[in-house]
């Protein structure tokens, strides 16, 4: 397993932005996938975005297509969500995980932070 802290969540108005991060323990980050899932109170965990260790494949939830953009820099042991034109159905608290290997179902995820709290005003 590896630790993971997330930073960057707060009170944003409808249509802005926020970018959060995620920071990981670990000399094999390089080599976990890394996701980002949300839970909203009463709903289940739900994909958002994940991303391979290479970089090079992504993958998005329907409902942020085309709003949200995950990266990660390896060199940082870091993995960020871009989170634009956000709407108040985003509020959530947004969790970081690692595993070795891609998948939209949070019950196959290893490692998991402790979650940042995202609220969007209308």
């Known amino acids: 397993q590896v630790q993971l802290v997330e930073s960057g969540g707060g009170l944003v108005q409808a249509g802005g932005s926020l970018r959060l991060s995620c920071v990981a323990s670990?000399?094999?980050?390089?080599?976990?996938?890394m996701g980002w899932f949300r839970q909203a109170p009463g709903k289940e965990r739900e994909f958002v975005a994940a991303i391979g260790w290479s970089r090079v494949r992504t993958y998005y939830g329907d409902s942020v297509k085309g709003r949200f953009t995950i990266s990660r820099d390896n060199a940082k042991n870091t993995v960020y969500l871009q989170m634009n034109s956000l709407k108040p159905e985003d509020t959530a608290v947004y969790y970081c995980?690692?595993?070795?290997?891609?998948?939209?179902?949070?019950?196959?995820?290893?490692?998991w932070g402790q979650g940042t709290q995202v609220t969007v005003s209308s």
């Open positions: 995980a690692a595993d070795q290997r891609y998948s939209n179902n949070p019950d196959d995820w290893d490692s």
């Open positions: 670990g000399r094999t980050f390089s080599s976990y996938a």
